[in-house]
């Protein structure tokens, strides 16, 4: 009993000397004076936190001690999260992570675009998480690339010289950080003289869009949307980074990769469309402010690849001109994309405004085919920038009453050159053209558009003012077999006597079937507020994979040929679409790749000149390759649209 006792003395006795406040652990030493505890290890060992899941911390944080506590005592308290492989701290509301942040390195834009001429300023924005950045290969840079404010927070880059050359020239700069070694790559690209500027050709499963259209008082979106392919053999040839840049018209255009809000775009993925409610002018008349480019942004680029299968971006314009009369107003914008490997370019034509206007100018020199060389083109004519049509369908209409469509790339009507019974009739562009009739004068002079029999005075469709472009003269016939420049007799110069390919043909093709204007004239896609929100399929009636929008109505559009000025004073841009015709013996619709469009020009044998544009045909390795834009005679009862000139 005493012994008990004793023991129970001596521990109230230690219990009541006071402990030291400091303690060293793992080795006999005093801690030092700042130091409450002290851990040593000499035999590699550590400290071993509390190990906790992101479950366990969570119930820990929601246990009634942890609560009354928390923004006290609680604070400071520090575990290691198996979940994030980090040790956390509570700071009085929230767990803090105490794992340095993974280096980061940021540059915007990667890609810059400079015209030909020296200067230029371009900025590209550099942000890093690490101590600095510099361009590592700065010695193998080229001296006509100018760069100021290396390592801060805008890299500026300059033209230093002039590219007098015939091609694009490039460099790249990579970016690379100090601390943990991070490297982005910027790509310059100095464009040729704005007349040296080629297209390169989109692998032949990939189609591009080639321009986009504003009425002059429209602003809103322009969806550009070229996805990857999903053959297998070629699904990865465009992968890689893209980019596209405003190099005309940055004062009024504006871009952004901004998705689009209209769940109802027809080829959308991401959302269940209904194609049928997709937001249009028509039944929506607040369409520019449902859909704004809100953007300040002339440049935009992404990566095409497996996790992000398209190349995608939206085109505004920041004000509408002043009425429908106005001249319209061009601009460009410059696509760069990856092609098997290799850098490459397309040329995007925009243009705001629906007045007839010229695309190769009066002013614009001909040099023409065999020899035929002018200072001027005086049948250069404006073209309006849609096709013709009336409603109803199947009906005449008026002496110079046809209507232009609502949008560039919409078929419209099919009209016959002409015919004795149905006068003027339109057809429609799908369905069934009744009543159909063939009938047409024949013989050994069955008239011309201008001469004696006048048929001008009968058979005009265009809209009062304007003509259907002529294709040679009028008044005789035009050979089908031409003979080139021939200056003694100017009937057999068809370039001469010839409004749509003075207006339309940077090169004019002096014969039938010379595979000329390809330097001025590029296919695909229009992006014009109808055919960039729906789903492209395939043709209907043919075989030519997606080229059609809107099917089985009358409001279907196509893919076409756009015709350009390449001229940096002009960047004049019409689009024609590739509609396809009406048979001339049953008036049955034939979809195909290609477009055809009457002239006012006849061969002399009941057969009318028309311009003929073939689509863009794949090479043996696969390549887009340029085709011909010839004229086709054809019998005057053959189902066509027509586009029309102003009166001069």
């Not at 999903?230 to 952004?256: C, K, Q």
């Not at 029999?453 to 259907?468: K, L, M, V």
């Not at 696969?622 to 005057?636: D, E, F, K, V, Y």
Request: aromatic content about 10%; charged content about 15%.
């Amino acid at each position: 009993m005493k012994k008990n006792i004793l023991t129970i003395l001596c521990v109230m006795l230690t219990m009541a000397i006071p402990v030291s406040s400091q303690v060293t652990i793992g080795e006999q030493k005093a801690p030092e004076s700042f130091s409450v505890l002290e851990l040593i290890s000499n035999t590699q060992r550590g400290m071993r936190l509390p190990q906790l899941t992101k479950a366990q911390r969570d119930l820990l944080e929601q246990s009634q001690g942890f609560q009354d506590q928390k923004g006290d005592l609680a604070r400071g308290l520090t575990i290691f999260n198996t979940d994030s492989h980090c040790m956390e701290t509570w700071d009085g509301s929230s767990w803090i992570s105490l794992c340095a942040p993974p280096a980061t390195l940021e540059v915007n834009p990667n890609t810059l675009i400079f015209r030909y001429v020296a200067g230029g300023n371009q900025n590209v924005a550099v942000s890093t998480n690490q101590t600095g950045w510099t361009i590592s290969n700065l010695e193998s840079v080229p001296d006509w690339v100018g760069l100021s404010g290396i390592g801060t927070g805008a890299l500026t880059v300059s033209m230093s010289q002039a590219n007098n050359t015939n091609a694009a020239r490039t460099a790249s700069l990579t970016i690379t950080t100090t601390g943990v070694a991070l490297s982005k790559t910027v790509t310059i690209i100095q464009l040729p003289s704005d007349d040296q500027v080629v297209d390169n050709f989109l692998p032949a499963t990939v189609y591009p869009y080639v321009g986009a259209f504003w009425r002059y008082n429209q602003t809103g979106e322009r969806l550009i949307r070229i996805p990857r392919p999903t053959i297998a053999a070629e699904v990865s040839r465009i992968d890689g980074p893209w980019s596209a840049t405003v190099i005309a018209g940055s004062d009024w255009i504006v871009l952004d990769t901004v998705m689009t809000t209209d769940k109802n775009v027809g080829w959308r993925t991401d959302v269940v469309p209904d194609e049928s409610n997709v937001d249009s002018y028509e039944n929506k008349p607040d369409f520019d402010n449902l859909h704004p480019v809100k953007s300040t942004l002339t440049s935009v680029n992404g990566t095409m690849s497996a996790s992000s299968p398209q190349i995608y971006f939206r085109i505004g314009v920041k004000t509408p001109l002043a009425s429908a009369t106005t001249p319209p107003r061009y601009g460009m914008i410059l696509l760069t994309f990856t092609s098997k490997g290799s850098f490459a370019i397309q040329r995007l034509w925009i243009r705001q405004g629906e007045a007839a206007d010229y695309i190769m100018r009066h002013s614009d020199a001909i040099i023409g085919t065999d020899g035929y060389i002018n200072n001027t083109r005086p049948l250069a004519r404006k073209f309006l920038p849609c096709n013709t049509t009336w409603s109803p369908f199947n009906m005449a209409v008026p002496f110079n009453g046809g209507l232009p469509t609502k949008y560039p790339t919409q078929a419209g009507a099919y009209f016959q050159w002409m015919n004795t019974t149905n006068k003027r009739y339109a057809y429609p562009p799908t369905g069934l053209a009744t009543p159909w009739n063939s009938s047409y004068p024949s013989g050994t002079n069955p008239g011309l558009w201008k001469d004696a029999t006048n048929y001008s005075a009968t058979y005009e469709t265009c809209p009062s003012g304007f003509h259907r472009p002529s294709d040679g003269l009028e008044n005789q016939a035009v050979p089908d077999i031409m003979i080139g420049y021939d200056i003694v007799t100017p009937t057999n110069n068809w370039v001469i006597n010839s409004e749509m390919r003075q207006s339309l043909w940077l090169i004019p093709p002096q014969t039938r079937n010379t595979p000329a204007g390809n330097g001025n004239s590029i296919w695909g896609y229009y992006a014009d507020g109808f055919f960039d929100r729906r789903k492209i399929y395939d043709s209907p009636t043919s075989t030519t994979p997606l080229t059609v929008v809107s099917t089985g109505n009358n409001d279907i559009a196509y893919a076409g040929r756009l015709f350009f000025n390449p001229y940096s004073d002009s960047n004049a841009s019409i689009f024609l679409p590739s509609a396809g015709y009406r048979n001339n013996g049953s008036g049955a619709l034939q979809e195909t790749r290609f477009g055809y469009y009457w002239s006012s020009s006849s061969d002399g044998n009941s057969g009318g000149w028309a311009l003929m544009m073939d689509a863009s045909t794949p090479d043996s390795n696969g390549n887009a390759q340029p085709t011909n834009i010839t004229s086709q005679g054809l019998i005057w009862s053959w189902g066509l649209p027509i586009r029309c000139v102003q009166n001069e």
